[in-house]
């Protein structure tokens, strides 16, 4: 029994450290699909269209990850290869409707979501972000 539950503890470490790396590499995307850096963005000059747009793609991978772990394999090889799977596909699928709506729409959606001022568009943006993250949580369950 103690060694059942120091091994689920280690599963757990495991799976968290990767949702962690997968978080980050989220971040990463955000950071490279906008102009500017993150990290001034939000923290130093307050921008909350690149906050929303950050929270929603942070949120779509916890989303992704949880639907991986959930639903993950019993071997937990398999388990864990296909949370970095998916969650990898899930960050190029929400890179993927970034940059289809930026096509979609007037100027270049990097840019307004990097305006000091509220943007109606940083909520779409934020909206088909976390959209496209649901699509592959759908798609692992």
């Given at each position: 029994m103690v060694e059942d539950l120091l091994v689920g503890a280690l599963h757990s470490i495991v799976f968290g450290v990767v949702g962690i790396a997968l978080m980050a590499v989220g971040f990463l995307l955000v950071d490279a699909l906008t102009p500017g850096?993150?990290?001034e963005l939000i923290w130093i000059r307050r921008n909350s269209n690149a906050a929303l747009l950050l929270i929603a793609n942070?949120?779509?991978?916890?989303?992704?990850?949880?639907?991986?772990i959930l639903?993950?394999?019993t071997d937990f090889t398999k388990g864990l290869a296909s949370t970095i799977l998916f969650g990898l596909v899930g960050l190029g699928i929400m890179a993927l409707a970034f940059l289809v709506l930026d096509w979609l729409t007037p100027g270049k959606l990097g840019e307004v979501i990097c305006t000091e001022e509220p943007n109606p568009a940083a909520r779409v943006s934020a909206a088909i972000h976390f959209g496209a993250a649901l699509f592959v949580c759908a798609c692992i369950a």
């Amino acid at each position: 029994m103690v060694e059942d539950l120091l091994v689920g503890a280690l599963h757990s470490i495991v799976f968290g450290v990767v949702g962690i790396a997968l978080m980050a590499v989220g971040f990463l995307l955000v950071d490279a699909l906008t102009p500017g850096r993150l990290r001034e963005l939000i923290w130093i000059r307050r921008n909350s269209n690149a906050a929303l747009l950050l929270i929603a793609n942070q949120l779509g991978i916890a989303g992704i990850v949880f639907t991986a772990i959930l639903t993950s394999y019993t071997d937990f090889t398999k388990g864990l290869a296909s949370t970095i799977l998916f969650g990898l596909v899930g960050l190029g699928i929400m890179a993927l409707a970034f940059l289809v709506l930026d096509w979609l729409t007037p100027g270049k959606l990097g840019e307004v979501i990097c305006t000091e001022e509220p943007n109606p568009a940083a909520r779409v943006s934020a909206a088909i972000h976390f959209g496209a993250a649901l699509f592959v949580c759908a798609c692992i369950a």
